[in-house]
T-cell receptor, first 111, second 113 residues
Framework: KQEVTQIPAALSVPEGENLVLNCSFTDSAIYNLQWFRQDPGKGLTSLLLIQSSQREQTSGRLNASLDKSSGRSTLYIAASQPGDSATYLCAVRGGANNLFFGTGTRLTVIP | DGGITQSPKYLFRKEGQNVTLSCEQNLNHDAMYWYRQDPGQGLRLIYYSQIVNDFQKGDIAEGYSVSREKKESFPLTVTSAQKNPTAFYLC????????????FGNGTRLTVT
């Protein structure tokens, strides 16, 4: 069964710093990988989706990369802001309705 | 605005009572999903539906039931058979037949005492 791991579980950085969040998965046979943001007590907001044939996707200050062969994805956040504070989750799609989630990295950006 | 509406935001029930969580979407998505989120665990799939009048069990369907009578609606009933129902429940939807992203509602926090 696919296992998705996100390390570290929590991360604190000063405002303005660039940072990288990591996601690893055990089975490289995936359709796509999606990064989400979750604010406390809220649902998940989709940030980026990378198809299995792609290497990266960018949206504003966010850049997500995918290395399927090594089972890794990273989410790069440039020039972090306090508003970026949230939990970031990655999820891999292994089939039509098989979406496997990591447990997330809780990010705190300190003003 | 298009989106997914879950209601209520907070729900309190006594043990032994069934409770139904509402999920409505106006995104015209065919597929809808229910997930459960517990602290320190990834989201786990309860039930999903790809088309009206059809639904499938996910990884943790025991103690739950769903219906899909309308495309826009996918209510989840937490029955008294669910041994540990207190959790955060998330409804999601997506377009089927493509690698489209999953969209989520804002969740319902259920507390059973």
């Amino acid at each position: 069964k696919q296992e998705v791991t996100q390390i570290p579980a929590a991360l604190s950085v000063p405002e303005g710093e660039n940072l990288v969040l990591n996601c690893s998965f055990t089975d490289s046979a995936i359709y796509n990988l999606q990064w989400f943001r979750q604010d406390p007590g809220k649902g998940l907001t989709s940030l980026l989706l990378i198809q299995s044939s792609q290497r990266e996707q960018t949206s504003g200050r966010l850049n997500a990369s995918l290395d399927k062969s090594s089972g890794r994805s990273t989410l790069y956040i440039a020039a972090s802001q306090p508003g970026d504070s949230a939990t970031y989750l990655c999820a891999v799609r292994g089939g039509a309705n098989n979406l496997f989630f990591g447990t997330g990295t809780r990010l705190t950006v300190i003003p | 605005d298009g989106g997914i509406t879950q209601s209520p935001k907070y729900l309190f029930r006594k043990e032994g009572q069934n409770v139904t969580l509402s999920c409505e979407q106006n995104l015209n998505h065919d597929a809808m999903y229910w997930y459960r989120q517990d602290p320190g665990q990834g989201l786990r799939l309860i039930y999903y539906s790809q088309i009206v009048n059809d639904f499938q069990k996910g990884d943790i369907a025991e103690g739950y039931s769903v219906s899909r009578e309308k495309k826009e609606s996918f209510p989840l009933t937490v029955t008294s058979a669910q041994k540990n129902p207190t959790a955060f429940y998330l409804c999601a939807s997506r377009i089927t037949g493509s690698d489209s992203p999953l969209h989520f509602g804002n969740g319902t926090r259920l507390t059973v005492t």
